[in-house]
């Protein structure tokens, strides 16, 4: 079975600071891990995501996630935090056994960037 | 952007009434979903389909049917809306291939009096 945790409802950072999300994961397997954000009354958008490779993985807006498997982590992370970065963030894990893809979302982290 | 395309983006409408709930991607993607989410809160999968002909339910148990009859849309049917199914649904699609993102639609915000 797979599962995926967020640890914190909401993240309170100020602009121009660090920003990072956490996310844990559990699989069976080797994961597939994806960050998407959601912003109000909009779909879901594609952050980034770990297939295998580098453990530092880039993506759109400036974000980046580092995969930590003896942590079992995947932890977003961007330098500098804008007030446009306030939204949703979603961790999602897919097991690489899972023949059929279906993806686990985590509960969610709100992330609020004041000024 | 990801082309998927959700209509209507907002509907009100009273209980019993049956509703369809319009998908459509432009990407020639196999496989579509279903997600049901409550504001801000986590999403719950509901339906999924492989491809053509092909449709699944989810992990969360829902009293909508859908349907795959051409590979670019996955609409969700509705056949006696009641209060407890006002939520937003949120349409993907995504390749068949390992390790596949799945692109969201804006989805649909629902709510039934």
């Keep these: ?115 | 952007e990801a082309d998927i395309y959700q209509t209507p983006r907002y509907l009100v409408i009273g209980t019993g009434k049956k509703i369809t709930l319009e998908c459509s991607q432009t990407m020639g993607h196999d496989k579509m979903y279903w997600y049901q989410q409550d504001p801000g809160m986590e999403l719950h999968l509901i339906h999924y389909s492989y491809g053509v002909n092909s449709t699944e339910k989810g992990d969360l148990s829902s009293e909508s049917t859908v349907s795959r009859i051409r590979t670019e849309h996955f609409p969700l049917t509705l056949e006696s809306a009641r209060p407890s199914h006002t939520s937003q649904y949120l349409c993907a699609s995504s390749e068949r291939a390992w390790g596949e993102t799945q692109y969201f639609g804006p989805g649909t915000r629902l709510l039934v009096l």
């Design chain 1, 1 to 115: 079975a797979q599962s995926v945790a967020q640890p914190e409802d909401q993240v309170n950072v100020a602009e121009g600071n660090p920003l990072t999300v956490k996310c844990t994961y559990s699989v069976s397997g080797n994961p597939y891990l994806f960050w998407y954000v959601q912003y109000p009354n909009r779909g879901l958008q594609f952050l980034l995501k770990y297939i295998t490779g580098d453990n530092l993985v880039k993506g759109s807006y400036g974000f980046e996630a580092e995969f930590n498997k003896s942590q079992t982590s995947f932890h977003l992370k961007k330098p500098s935090a804008l007030v446009s970065d306030s939204a949703l963030y979603f961790c999602a894990v897919r097991d690489n056994i899972d023949s059929w893809g279906k993806l686990q979302f985590g509960a969610g982290t709100q992330v609020v960037v004041t000024p």
